[in-house]
């Protein structure tokens, strides 16, 4: 019965429990459910041990015992670490605890109810067990795929292997192509795979992720067990059978075969560029970057089902910002204090309603402190501006806010970045915008738009100290 409660758990099954909630000593609620021991079984604290106590303390449990506090906000759950605050959403299924981070990282814990090393075993191996391996002959060629269900999805356990235009052999040699597959180009990957199998989007490709055990481990579990380079294999425990086949450039070079394996998305940022994931024969994580829609990488095709679709979050449109952040650049430090006291709630030490006749006397070359001065976005209200948000970054100069960046949890194409926040295109927007840009950044979860007030002006700039010397 355990295990069956269990598969239930890892393939969400269960209703979620419903929240039983307990006073903590300064009166917050806490749910009951939550409490007592919890073992990571994916994401950064797979295999740690987390225990949250009846007054919001608790320990994690991984090469040493670390205190924590936790609480509940609003519908914010929160833990903080060393003074690290990590905050996001949760739910419980059964006797799985997920943990959704604000910057899209999600950790899976499983309740427990007897040793945790012995639960960890368990839930690894009850996922084992529920692999269902097959086959499918693809009636174009005739090619006979390896496939393996995983969850609710079935994925074809090699890479495909189909001969168009738009496809190419690494280094233009067939026995490469019988090894690894092909290479595809972006618009060839979209419609490449056969009738009723499909190029995986976002979504899918994370689901499958997190059920290897999360970003940082799944690459080991998904990897081959021979074939990358310096013995940087996996355990192949699902039978994915990853290989590094390397890409193709539109130039007509090849490289990184052996190293590393390239896969498209179903993801598109933008007219040119487009996602896709790689594993690294150096390490165990799964990673996400994009790069040219002309270049090649290899496709693994995903099988249609109505119940087993996933939705990606470039399916869902956009979410509009709550609050007119586009009037925001350029706006002087004292007004924008004071409209986040009214708009917010949120009263800043300094820069607030009560501040009268402020102005800005430093400059990029002395006084620099007061010339850089502004207040910051405080991260509880990032989310009142637009709920997809993980971070804001504030830049001042002068007493204006020269420029903001604003962090998205998750990836999203140009044109949803732009309605997110009212643009049409980066070239439309109003006199206080002197540039934007939306992008993809360093964040591998996410997606940002820079809205730029005014140009930089620094001490590069204006040449603070030149001219100094040789004087009379």
């Not at 092909?182 to 995986?200: E, I, N, Q």
């Not at 002087?332 to 986040?340: S, Y």
């Not at 949803?416 to 950044?441: R, W, Y």
Request: aromatic share 12%; hydrophobic share 30%.
């Amino acid at each position: 019965m355990k295990s069956q409660s269990l598969l239930k758990s890892i393939f969400g099954i269960a209703v979620i429990a419903v929240l039983l909630p307990i006073m903590s000593c300064d009166g917050a609620k806490n749910p009951a459910e939550l409490l007592g021991k919890w073992v990571g079984v994916s994401g950064d604290d797979k295999d740690g041990v987390m225990e949250f106590l009846s007054d919001g303390t608790g320990t994690i449990t991984r090469d040493s015992v670390v205190a924590i506090t936790w609480k509940m906000e609003e519908d914010r759950f929160i833990i903080v670490t060393c003074g690290e605050e990590r905050s996001g959403i949760y739910e419980i299924r059964d006797s799985l605890f997920m943990f959704t981070e604000d910057n899209g990282k999600t950790s899976k814990y499983a309740k427990c109810n007897k040793d945790c090393k012995e639960v960890a075993k368990e839930y690894a191996e009850a996922i084992i067990k529920a692999i269902e391996k097959g086959s499918f002959t693809d009636g174009r060629d005739n090619k006979i795929y390896k496939t393996v269900k995983l969850g609710n999805q079935t994925w074809m356990a090699e890479n495909l292997n189909y001969n168009s235009t738009g496809s190419k052999c690494y280094e233009d040699k067939e026995i490469n192509c019988k090894k690894y597959g092909r290479l595809y180009d972006y618009p060839t990957a979209k419609s490449a795979c056969p009738s009723g199998w499909h190029l995986p989007n976002n979504a899918e490709w994370q689901a499958l992720v997190d059920l290897a055990g999360g970003d940082n481990f799944a690459g080991k579990v998904l990897k081959a067990f021979s074939g990358w380079n310096e013995n940087g294999n996996g355990t192949d425990a699902f039978g994915f059978s990853a290989l590094p086949s390397g890409y193709g450039s539109s130039y007509g070079s090849f490289g990184s075969v052996g190293n590393t394996g390239y896969w498209w998305r179903d993801f598109e940022f933008n007219a040119n560029r487009a996602f896709y994931i790689f594993m690294f024969y150096k390490r165990d994580d799964v990673s996400r970057n994009m790069n040219d829609k002309r270049d090649f990488y290899s496709v693994r095709c995903v099988q249609d089902s109505p119940d087993a679709k996933i939705i990606n979050s470039s399916d869902k449109g956009y979410k509009k910002a709550s609050v007119d952040a586009i009037s925001w650049p350029s706006m002087p430090a004292d007004k924008f204090g004071c409209m986040m006291e009214k708009t917010f709630g949120y009263k800043d030490e300094r820069f607030n309603c009560s501040l009268k006749g402020y102005e800005n006397k430093g400059g990029p070359c002395e006084n620099t402190d007061e010339y850089y001065e502004g207040p910051a976005f405080p991260s509880s209200l990032i989310k009142k501006v637009h709920p997809w948000l993980s971070g804001i970054s504030l830049s001042w100069e002068h007493g204006g806010l020269q420029g903001i960046v604003f962090w998205f949890d998750r990836e999203l194409t140009e044109e949803q970045v732009l309605k997110s926040f009212g643009f049409t295109s980066k070239e439309n927007h109003p006199g206080n915008i002197m540039s934007l840009d939306a992008e993809n950044g360093s964040n591998p979860n996410g997606s940002f738009l820079q809205l730029q007030g005014f140009d930089h002006n620094g001490a590069a700039d204006v040449g603070c100290g030149e001219g100094d010397e040789g004087g009379d």
